[in-house]
């Protein structure tokens, strides 16, 4: 049972370039998000599901996409990178069953030059 | 909207002594709250939950709905709590967990 992994684990971009950080989860767990975590603002919602298809905006969504097609499944795009979003980006998945605790990824470290 | 608000960026106690990290929150519904705990090096770990009223490594966490606050307590420090921990809001409405800006606890021996 490997929970939720994230990958990379690593990643250099420079600006303008797009990539895609990869979420899965193995818990058919209904609920996935995804945060950013910088250095004096905690963990910032960028966007969440509550399902398969269903998707919506969490605190700072600029600049980033979601799309859910499965339950399993989570990625995060950076359609035109900038230097803004250098961060550490975790994933995590939720469900009712277990009073909404939710198990987290181990996070990707994006630098963007 | 919902917010999660830990006043103190850092708390450093010694070995054995007291400890309360705060949090209020502001939610005009009906709130559940937690506690995440991050060692270093590690990845964020659920700690509690209000729901549950729940004692998990000596700490303890009382929903205060008059003051909106859900504070963590911990009546002995030890070395090994030294971690950062977040304090979360679900709101019910919508499903989100929004999390606070984090509290350093730094046990000193």
């Known amino acids: 049972n490997a929970g939720v992994t994230q990958t990379p684990k690593f990643q250099v971009l420079k600006t303008g370039q797009s990539m895609t950080l990869q979420c899965a989860q193995d818990m058919n767990h209904e609920y996935m998000s995804w945060y950013r975590q910088d250095p004096g603002m905690g963990l910032r919602l960028i966007h969440y599901?509550?399902?398969?298809?269903?998707?919506d905006q969490g605190e700072v969504p600029n600049g980033y996409n979601v799309s859910r097609s499965t339950t399993e499944d989570f990625p995060l795009r950076l359609l035109s990178a900038a230097p803004s979003q250098t961060s550490v980006y975790f994933c995590?998945?939720?469900?009712?069953?277990?009073?909404?605790?939710?198990?987290f990824g181990s996070g990707t470290r994006l630098t963007v030059v | 909207a919902q917010r999660v608000t830990q006043p103190e960026k850092l708390l450093s106690v010694f070995k054995g002594a007291p400890v309360e990290l705060k949090c209020n929150y502001s939610?005009?519904?009906?709130?559940?709250l937690f506690w995440y705990v991050q060692y270093s090096r590690q990845r964020l770990q659920l700690l509690l939950r209000?729901?549950s009223r729940e004692s998990i490594k000596g700490f303890t966490a009382d929903l205060n709905k008059g003051e909106t606050s859900f504070h963590l307590k911990k009546p002995f420090a030890q070395e090994e709590d030294s971690a950062m921990y977040y304090c979360a809001l679900r709101a019910s409405n919508t499903g989100k967990l929004i999390f606070g800006q984090g509290t350093t606890l730094q046990v000193k021996p």
């Open positions: 599901s509550v399902g398969a298809g269903i998707t």
């Open positions: 995590a998945s939720g469900t009712a069953r277990w009073n909404y605790g939710y198990t």
């Open positions: 939610y005009s519904g009906s709130p559940e």
């Open positions: 209000h729901i």
